[in-house]
């Protein structure tokens, strides 16, 4: 007999006084100098402690690439799971731990070429889990293939010529899915990072968050229309539910929608606000509609894209195996007697 108990025992924390620095693991961080990764990774940490939640209480679960070494340097339970598989472990441990909040980490990679039919499943089952998908249009971990997200024509390792395959948009997947939660967010921009971390961890169900992250190594600056302070105001469109959709210098212009859903660059000053098209988180057509506006003829909208409410899958789960074992107990023999037959 072992003397020790198989599981661990776990001493719980007091929520209230954790700290940044008790999500922060002893491992050293092995990502590039300057790599997006450090700032988002630091933006998580900041954030769990103020979600009220024991430490012992997270798990991150990743797939494989360098945005999928998260869990490591998270002071949390964690697996690094297999490539592009971890939305089924974190189903897995959510369905049968309820009362654990579980985040996944992926990447363009990862999330969408490998892990695209298992990313399409948590989500459209709405399984509560947060899922931070790092956008980099690349594959970092194997030095810098073209990923499903890299533009048409992207020259890499892997394409001296240019690819030929049109990008994936990962909000418009995930709207497609049918995802309850689905927002934008860049790595540079902390304070963005932060309120839409904040909406996700709050939101019951599966919420997918964007993050377009620079890879300086293998893809630097693909996102300098958005980050590069002479570029932002003018390709940058902040989402606020019920706001009209305005951007560029004071606001200057907005996107107005035609009459066949074709949106259209407005003059605010000449044409007035009353043109231009209110964001709606609520409303798919909206989501979906906001969702194609694509840098360089848009700017890119950041923000949340769409949050409604509808019963988790995992809830649903537990609520159905609990009215089932309320029912009509069988024995083990009747169960195999009721559906035997015999093979002439
Ligand atoms: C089954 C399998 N196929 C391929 C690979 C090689 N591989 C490792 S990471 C990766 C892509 C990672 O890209 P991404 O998810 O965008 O992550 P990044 O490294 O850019 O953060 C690939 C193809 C693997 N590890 N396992
Ligand atoms: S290869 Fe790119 S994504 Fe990977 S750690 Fe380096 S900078 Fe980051």
């Given at each position: 007999m072992p003397t020790q108990s198989a599981y661990p025992v776990v001493e719980h924390t007091d929520p209230a006084g954790q700290t940044k620095q008790d999500f922060?693991?002893?491992?050293?961080?092995?990502?590039?100098?300057?790599?997006?990764d450090y700032s988002i990774l630091a933006q998580v940490q900041k954030l769990m402690p103020t979600?009220?939640?024991?430490?012992?209480?997270f798990v991150f679960v990743s797939g494989i690439g360098c945005s999928s070494r998260f869990p490591y340097y998270m002071n949390t339970y964690g697996i690094h799971s297999i490539h592009g598989r971890a939305p089924a472990v974190a189903t897995g441990i959510k369905a049968v731990r309820p009362d654990l909040s579980v985040w996944l980490v992926t990447g363009d990679g990862d999330g969408l070429s490998i892990g695209g039919n298992h990313l399409l499943h948590v989500l459209r089952r709405n399984v509560d889990v947060k899922i931070l998908l790092f956008n980099n249009q690349i594959y970092g971990l194997t030095k810098g293939q073209y990923s499903p997200?890299?533009?048409?024509g992207k020259k890499a390792k892997s394409t001296p010529?240019?690819?030929?395959d049109y990008p994936l948009d990962p909000v418009s997947v995930a709207l497609g899915a049918g995802a309850t939660f689905v927002a934008r967010t860049v790595d540079t921009n902390v304070k963005h990072i932060e309120a839409t971390l904040k909406r996700a961890a709050a939101h019951k169900g599966s919420a997918f968050v964007e993050i377009y992250q620079n890879?300086?190594?293998?893809?630097?600056?693909?996102?300098d229309f958005l980050t590069d302070k002479s570029q932002k105001e003018d390709n940058e469109l902040v989402l606020e539910h019920g706001k009209p959709l305005r951007f560029g210098p004071n606001g200057g212009r907005g996107i107005a929608l035609d009459g066949s859903l074709t949106p259209r660059i407005v003059d605010v000053t000449t044409?007035?606000?009353?043109?231009l098209l209110r964001h709606d988180e609520t409303n798919e057509m909206v989501s979906l509609v906001v969702s194609r506006l694509k840098h360089p003829a848009f700017p890119v909208p950041v923000g949340v894209f769409r949050a409604v409410d509808r019963p988790s899958y995992d809830v649903m789960m537990n609520e159905q195996v609990e009215a089932a074992s309320q029912g009509n107990k069988k024995s083990l023999q009747q169960l195999i007697d009721a559906g035997s037959w015999t093979v002439a």
């Open positions: 922060t693991s002893d491992q050293d961080v092995r990502w590039c100098p300057g790599c997006g979600l009220g939640i024991p430490k012992e209480n997200t890299s533009p048409l010529l240019g690819s030929v890879c300086p190594i293998f893809n630097d600056a693909a996102f044409e007035g606000e009353d043109k």
